[in-house]
């Protein structure tokens, strides 16, 4: 990301809405703007099979559940925010990974322009693609600024997708076992 040549670019769309780049508060908000898209848009360029390391599951054949994943995004179609929580099940087939993984797989792929839809499934088939675990689990309850900024009606709108794998879409039980757990 070429810093410099985003912060020009947001001074000339500060100045197609009508602002006064010059004044005060905006002096730097260009530069501001560029180096927040870092960390916003820093998910381009990594992948979640670099920070997998895999574990001998041993026996274990239950369902392993992580919850309440913040996550922070951006809309493709507004570029707009939109954030939420992610909860994420799996029953392993031999491999396990770290828990603290979980988050960084969502964080990966967060960070770049998405769908609530698509971040869904990305977590989902990584971890199915990576683990060939015997289910996989995957729920994210997002609220969309894009949304909310349109009316006071939909302010506390809340999307929930889910994206299933394995016994979590193909067994009942495994799949509300999961959504008990998640609760
Ligand atoms: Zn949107």
């Given at each position: 990301m070429d810093q410099k040549k985003i912060a020009k670019l947001i001074k000339s769309l500060l100045h197609e809405i009508e602002e006064n780049s010059g004044r005060e508060g905006l002096k730097k908000t260009p530069e501001r703007v560029a180096r927040s898209f870092?960390?916003?848009?820093?998910?381009?360029?990594?992948?979640?099979?670099?920070?997998?390391?895999?574990?001998?599951?041993?026996?274990y054949d239950e369902m392993i559940i992580c919850r309440n994943i913040d996550f922070y995004s951006t809309c493709e179609h507004h570029l707009q925010p939109f954030f939420g929580q992610v909860f994420i099940g799996y029953i392993p087939d031999g491999k396990i990974i770290g828990i603290s993984k979980l988050p960084r797989i969502v964080e990966i792929f967060s960070r770049r322009l998405q769908n609530q839809e698509r971040l869904t499934m990305q977590i989902a088939d990584t971890l199915n693609n990576m683990l060939r675990p015997r289910g996989v689990g995957v729920i994210i309850k997002g609220r969309h600024f894009c949304m909310m900024a349109r009316g006071v009606e939909k302010q506390n709108s809340l999307m929930?997708?889910?994206?299933?794998r394995g016994l979590f879409k193909n067994n009942a039980k495994t799949r509300s076992e999961f959504l008990k757990l998640i609760e």
């Open positions: 870092e960390k916003i848009f820093g998910g381009y360029d990594k992948y979640p099979h670099e920070l997998m390391t895999k574990f001998d599951g041993e026996s929930t997708t889910s994206a299933c």
